[in-house]
């Protein structure tokens, strides 16, 4: 074999090892954030979810997908209503609220009433007779609207389980509506910019042993 084609094999795997080894870094590692907050590891369970088994929902054109169909872990949930000190008093906004489990665990364990909004009618179907199963219905409402462009200027409580970009594209719309004392929690992605907003931050392990964040803001 000539040095050439020898040179050329070893340069070929030096560039395949680059890229594997990038790879891995990419998949495990954690991000570091613009504003300088601790980086969190993107959940690849979520990024591994299809949006494609949704879509009977609003016409793809008009939504901006803000994260697939992924549940918030019962005991998260609990937590996530914990730290907000969400009570009778309390309207909790759910964007993009999937099977409508926070709405509805709100309205049942704490009194509160609460709005969840969906793309997906399945998702707000689902939430619809949950919260009848649940006994809430006369509490919660969930509407099939998208999320960038609702009207939340109601609620005391809003909770995000979406995408990392969604969190930072939603957070001009939270601080124009909110009002003063308004309380936001994010699942696993803290909301870009509000490092001086973050009242605390919580880890949780669910039954299977993942841990999960949360981040409580008031902006
Ligand atoms: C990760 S799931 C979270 C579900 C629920 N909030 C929870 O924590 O269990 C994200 C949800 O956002 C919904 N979604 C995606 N884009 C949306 C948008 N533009 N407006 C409203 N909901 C959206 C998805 O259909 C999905 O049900």
Redesign the pocket.
């Known amino acids: 074999m000539s040095d050439l084609v020898k040179r050329t094999i070893e340069i070929v795997m030096v560039i395949v090892l680059i890229g594997i080894g990038a790879a891995v870094l990419l998949l495990t590692g954690e991000s570091k954030n613009q504003d300088g907050n601790p980086g969190y590891r993107v959940d690849l369970d979520?990024q591994g979810v299809s949006?494609g088994e949704?879509s009977a929902?609003l016409d793809p054109t008009d939504?901006?997908?803000?994260?697939?169909?992924?549940?918030?872990p019962m005991c998260v949930?609990e937590k996530m209503l914990e730290l907000a000190d969400v009570d009778e008093d309390d309207i909790v906004y759910?964007?993009?609220?999937?099977?409508?489990?926070?709405v509805i665990a709100a309205a049942e364990k704490c009194g509160a009433h609460g709005v969840?909004?969906?793309?997906?009618p399945q998702?707000v179907k689902k939430s619809q007779s949950n919260a009848k199963k649940a006994g809430v219905e006369s509490l919660v409402e969930f509407r099939l609207?998208?999320?960038?462009m609702?009207d939340i200027s109601e609620a005391t409580v809003v909770?995000?389980?979406?995408l990392p970009e969604?969190n930072d594209l939603l957070r001009p719309l939270l601080e124009k509506q909110l009002k003063p004392g308004a309380c936001v929690i994010t699942?696993n992605y803290h909301m870009p910019g509000w490092g001086d907003k973050e009242v605390c931050v919580e880890s949780i392990k669910d039954e299977f042993g993942k841990e999960h964040t949360v981040f409580v803001y008031r902006p």
């Open positions: 979520m949006l949704n929902g939504t901006v997908k803000l994260a697939p169909f992924l549940p918030t949930v759910d964007l993009g609220c999937g099977d409508g489990r926070i969840g909004l969906d793309i997906y998702w609207e998208d999320a960038t609702a909770t995000l389980y979406l969604s699942h």
